[in-house]
């Protein structure tokens, strides 16, 4: 609020001017404390050699379903592989793909949406009877259904496959917001204006059009990073999505962990308070930002 | 009414044929099908000959669009074929599985709504106190909270407080209800946690709005007891909304089932989808996709001729 009222005090009166960042972190105490959680898991994900106390893959049969100690923060699996040092290997894990799949998925919605709702009439009919069919699925129905139709595809180790499996669920949802968004926009006298001297279409879209729904797209893009870590758990969870040995948290909860209900509860608790810490993070983070970049927005 | 209805309905026959071409020709970009899993899974050496066989008399040699066409045949006259791991006609495959899914679901809807209107309505009643605020991290955790991991830690604290786990076997409701109940109502409380998160967080926000229309000023100003507002004027109109997220993500259960049946081993719905996945069983994943996708737009026409029932404004939009 910069506009003083009458009964407030001098020093109330004349604001400090603050950057973005610094006003959200005041107004959005809550998001303020999801951003750090997130720089948490960054920083372990980014610095996973320097951070872990040993190396995630490391079998040691001697310590085999350790419990919790001052060695093994988070005690141990089947294969005596530290947990806590999974995890934090799982974290880069999760940002990878997390990041991607929402990263991919809400861009070329959010250039649908804009496209759709800009170009309108029969180009809008279709792309909205497309988007209708995807939406017919919960996201973890589709990411299988995309799973089986394409296999697996290693590139440096990260499949591609299984990110493209996450971002197309995420693609029609974002697309519907940003339209909605975008149909205001395109009535605006610039994009008229835009037009009339004989702009490109591409041009209007991604120069005129694309930093006015930059709002409803940043939300989006953080809310379905959320949705995309807890995609991946998921898959990886059944089987079918990150593949041993490397360190995911759904993969770490899968398996023989169930057998382990009675002897190493940990196996169980850790993975599953990660991978809930990061969705909630991510979650609380687009909720907050939704409040401090438009209150009226809803997703 | 009737035009709209006709209208609404024609809508519905774009969306369902978009999911039968999407998923027959999806299935079939990469190469490698059933076949291949099946004999050479095991790394046992098959000859061609024998693959070539057995593709023969799946029908997976024939031409792309002689299988499309009896595959859309199929799905207009709802035979969606014979699966192809388990030889049995998918339609059987499904219902043997239906009951159980179907049962966890409605547990879950109810165990989410007990809690969600409640919640909700609280949370909306005392906005920006801490009631609120815990009402907020409450539902965010909802949807933040794995559904499966949720359901393994029910099973660590029923192990836990009574050395109890629930039973494996699945008995139906009207053979034995006490065993039927204590067998699937962990499954419904994981799935309908996010559920109950959801629905809540709709009911807050739509309660909010409706509490500010004029008339909720002018039944105060009649001086009609708080409670009366609240349950009588408010609360009923803040519930057409919240129908709409009810029973989408009603429909939307059978995601969360899928991860969620793996950890009770409930032999349901989505064990059954995940097994179809591993297997590469084309015709029985594309066999419930489409049955998964006719639910949801069903439902989704049932809302919207609901919605244009209870709101006159709609259907003459």
Not at chain 2, 98 to 103: D, I, V
């Amino acid at each position: 609020m910069t506009i003083a009222l009458p009964h407030t005090t001098v020093a109330e009166a004349a604001p400090r001017p603050r950057g973005p960042i610094a006003e959200f972190l005041r107004q959005q105490p809550l998001g303020a404390a999801s951003f750090v959680i997130i720089c948490v898991m960054m920083f372990a994900g980014i610095f996973s050699e320097w951070v872990s106390p040993y190396d995630p893959l490391a079998i040691d049969f001697a310590s085999i379903l350790a419990p919790p100690s001052w060695d093994h923060w988070c005690g141990t699996d089947a294969y005596g592989r530290d947990i806590c040092s999974r995890l934090i290997y799982g974290s880069r894990t999760a940002l990878v793909i997390g990041f991607t799949s929402s990263f991919i998925g809400s861009s070329i919605g959010a250039i649908l949406g804009i496209a759709s709702a800009y170009f309108g009439g029969r180009i809008d009919t279709i792309i909205q009877r497309v988007m209708d069919v995807l939406l017919a699925f919960p996201i973890i129905v589709l990411a299988l259904v995309v799973v089986a139709a394409l296999g697996r595809l290693l590139v440096w180790g990260i499949d591609i496959n299984l990110i493209v499996a996450i971002a197309i669920p995420i693609l029609p949802r974002v697309a519907r917001v940003v339209r909605a968004a975008a149909f205001s926009v395109r009535v605006m006298p610039y994009v008229d204006a835009a037009r009339a001297a004989g702009y490109s279409h591409a041009r209007i879209i991604f120069r005129h059009m694309a930093p006015n729904v930059v709002a409803p797209y940043l939300i989006m893009l953080t809310a379905f990073i959320a949705q995309a870590i807890l995609a991946e758990a998921s898959l990886s969870f059944l089987g079918l999505g990150v593949q041993e040995p490397t360190a995911a948290w759904g993969l770490m909860l899968s398996g023989n962990a169930s057998d382990f209900y009675r002897q190493a509860p940990w196996m169980i608790l850790f993975p599953g308070v990660a991978i809930s810490l990061a969705v909630f993070a991510f979650n609380l983070f687009g909720d907050s930002l939704r409040d401090f970049l438009d209150p009226r927005f809803k997703v | 009414m009737l035009r709209y209805t006709i209208n609404r309905v024609l809508l519905t026959i774009p969306t369902l044929l978009g999911v039968a071409v999407l998923v027959f020709f999806m299935l079939r970009i990469i190469p490698g099908d059933i076949v291949e899993v099946k004999l050479r899974g095991d790394g046992g050496a098959v000859t061609q000959e024998t693959i070539d066989m057995e593709r023969h008399r799946l029908g997976l040699d024939k031409p792309l669009m002689v299988q499309f066409e009896d595959w859309m045949v199929g799905v207009a006259t709802l035979n969606l074929g014979i699966s192809m791991w388990t030889e049995r006609p998918v339609m059987e495959e499904i219902s043997l599985r239906l009951e159980l899914s179907l049962e966890v679901a409605i547990l879950a809807t109810i165990i989410a709504l007990l809690f969600a209107i409640p919640l909700g309505t609280t949370a909306a009643l005392n906005r920006d106190t801490w009631i609120d605020y815990l009402m907020r991290i409450f539902t965010i955790g909802g949807i933040s909270i794995p559904a499966f991991w949720f359901g393994m830690l029910i099973m660590l604290s029923l192990l836990a407080a009574f050395n109890w786990l629930p039973p494996i076997t699945f008995t139906p409701l009207y053979v034995d209800p006490v065993a039927n109940i204590t067998q699937l109502i962990w499954p419904a409380a994981s799935v309908g946690y996010r559920y109950c998160a959801v629905t809540a967080r709709m009911i807050r926000s739509s309660l909010l709005e409706v509490m500010s229309e004029d008339y909720i000023r002018t039944a105060r100003a009649k001086g009609v007891y708080e409670k009366l507002i609240i349950s009588r004027h408010a609360l009923r109109n803040a519930l057409l909304p919240a129908i709409t997220v009810i029973s989408l993500e009603f429909t939307f259960l059978i995601g969360g089932l899928v991860v969620t049946e793996q950890v009770f081993n409930l032999n349901g719905i989505g064990q059954l989808f995940v097994q179809s996945v591993t297997r590469n069983d084309f015709t029985l994943i594309q066999g419930m996709v489409m049955l998964i996708a006719a639910f949801y737009v069903f439902v989704n026409l049932v809302v919207d001729l609901l919605y244009a029932v209870f709101d006159p404004r709609i259907r003459y939009a």
